[in-house]
C-alpha cells in the first residue's frame, strides 16, 4: 500500500494547543516543543513496537507521507475546547452541555446508528478533537470504514494517530486492552464491523474491558451498525444516531447532485444512574468541514431564544447576523469574539434552565 510502511513510528513534535499537518515543518513549533515534550510519547513509541512484535506488521499503519496532495483544513473554529480531565470535548455545544462536558474518560461508549448514518464521521471527528486539546488517540479500524483523506483535510495529524488494522475480534480486544493499559492514550476508537461476531462474544469481551477503564484518562469508543433493538449491555453511556436528512447542493443546471452533508439527531442512552438529557438541535455533517459547529450553534440560539428572527435577518446583540442560517453562521465563523459571546450566553441558558449535573460521571 502507498504511504505505508512497517517499522515503528518515528515520533513527532507538536505543540499542546495545536498539531502540525503532516508534511508541514516550522522551527518555530519545532523549537517550542522541544523544550515541553509529551512524556506519554515515548511509552508510544514502545508501545508501537511491542504491537509489531506481537502481532506482525500487518497491524500498525505508519503514515511518514500525508496521506493525498489535499492541504489540511487551516481554518481556525474559535470554539472553547479545553482539557478536561473527566470528559473529553466534541465541540458540539449541545452534545457536551448534555453530557456533562464531552465523552467521559474512564468509560465505555457505544456509537451506534444505521448504515450511512454518520456515526464514523462523529468518531473521526472526536479523533479530531482530542488531539486539538493536546491528546493522543487510537484508532483501531477493523470495519475499514476510516477516511484518511477526509481526517487530513479536517486538521488530523496522522503522523501522531495510532492506527491499527486488527484482522478478528480477538485480535482487536486484545489490541484494545494493551492500549488501556499503556495509560498513555485519551481515545481509543473501536470500529467494528456488523458481521464479526455473535453479540454475546462481543459483550463478554467488552465486559472483560470496563475494569480496566476505571481510574484511567483513556475514553473507549466502540463504534458499530445497529439500526433497531437494545445497545451494548456493557456500555455505560450509549450514542443513537438518527438520520434525518441528506443535504444535497443546488445545482445551477438542474440535475441533481451527490449529497454533500447529512443531518442527524442524536439520541442519549445511558443507564439508570445517569440523568436523560439530550441535545435540543440536529447536527449536520459536512464532507469539507467535518461538523457544522457555527451551524449548530445558531439552532441552539433560535432554541433558547438568544437569536431572534427580525424583518432584517437573524439577530443577536444588536446586531444583524444575516438572513439566512447559513450568512449568520458564517458571520459567526468570522468574529472570534462574537462567537465567544454567544457561546456564553447559550451556556448561561443552559444552566438557568436545567439542574447544573456536577456528578454526572459519577458510575
Not at 268 to 277: D, F, G, K, N, T
Not at 324 to 344: M, V
Amino acid at each position: 500500500m502507498p504511504g505505508v510502511q512497517t517499522t515503528p513510528l518515528r515520533a513527532n513534535t507538536r505543540t499542546e494547543s495545536t498539531s502540525l499537518a503532516p508534511g508541514i515543518s516550522t522551527s518555530e513549533g519545532t523549537a517550542a516543543t522541544l523544550s515541553a515534550v509529551d512524556p506519554r510519547r515515548e511509552r508510544i513509541a514502545s508501545l508501537r513496537r511491542l504491537l509489531v512484535e506481537r502481532f506482525g506488521p500487518h497491524v500498525l499503519l505508519d503514515w511518514t507521507q500525508p496521506s493525498s496532495s489535499h492541504a489540511a483544513c487551516t481554518e481556525c473554529v474559535p470554539t472553547q475546547c479545553v482539557r478536561n480531565p473527566r470528559a473529553l470535548p466534541t465541540e458540539l455545544l449541545g452534545l457536551d452541555l448534555a453530557l456533562g462536558g464531552g465523552i467521559p474518560r474512564g468509560r465505555l461508549t457505544e456509537l451506534a446508528g444505521p448504515p450511512y448514518s454518520g456515526k464514523r464521521t462523529l468518531a473521526s471527528w472526536l479523533v479530531r478533537t482530542t488531539q486539538r486539546i493536546g491528546g493522543w488517540a487510537a484508532y483501531l479500524d477493523a470495519a475499514h470504514g476510516a477516511d484518511f483523506d477526509r481526517l487530513h483535510r479536517w486538521g488530523v495529524d496522522l503522523r501522531d494517530l495510532l492506527l491499527a488494522l486488527p484482522r478478528t475480534l480477538t485480535e482487536a480486544l486484545e489490541l484494545a486492552r494493551l492500549l488501556l493499559l499503556a495509560d498513555a492514550l485519551d481515545l481509543v476508537v473501536l470500529d467494528l464491523p456488523p458481521h464479526w461476531a455473535t453479540r454475546s462474544a462481543l459483550e463478554r469481551g467488552l465486559r472483560q474491558l470496563r475494569p480496566l477503564l476505571r481510574g484511567r484518562p483513556t475514553a473507549l469508543v466502540v463504534v458499530r451498525d445497529r439500526a433497531s433493538g437494545p445497545g451494548l449491555a456493557a456500555a455505560q453511556l450509549r450514542l443513537r444516531l438518527e438520520p434525518l436528512a441528506q443535504l444535497v447542493p443546488p445545482n445551477p443546471f438542474g440535475s441533481t447532485m451527490l449529497p454533500s452533508g447529512l443531518r442527524v439527531r442524536i439520541h442519549v442512552e445511558r443507564s439508570p444512574r445517569w440523568p436523560l438529557c439530550e441535545p435540543p438541535v440536529p447536527v449536520e455533517f459536512s464532507e469539507r468541514e467535518g461538523v457544522r459547529l457555527a451551524l449548530e450553534r445558531i439552532d441552539l440560539a433560535l432554541v433558547g431564544g438568544i437569536i431572534v428572527q427580525h424583518p432584517l435577518g437573524l439577530t443577536f446583540a444588536n446586531t444583524v447576523l444575516g438572513r439566512s442560517r447559513e450568512a449568520a453562521a458564517a458571520r459567526l465563523t468570522s468574529d472570534p469574539a462574537l462567537w465567544s459571546q454567544l457561546e456564553e450566553e447559550l451556556r448561561a441558558r443552559w444552566l438557568s434552565l436545567a439542574r447544573p449535573l456536577t456528578k454526572r460521571l459519577a458510575c
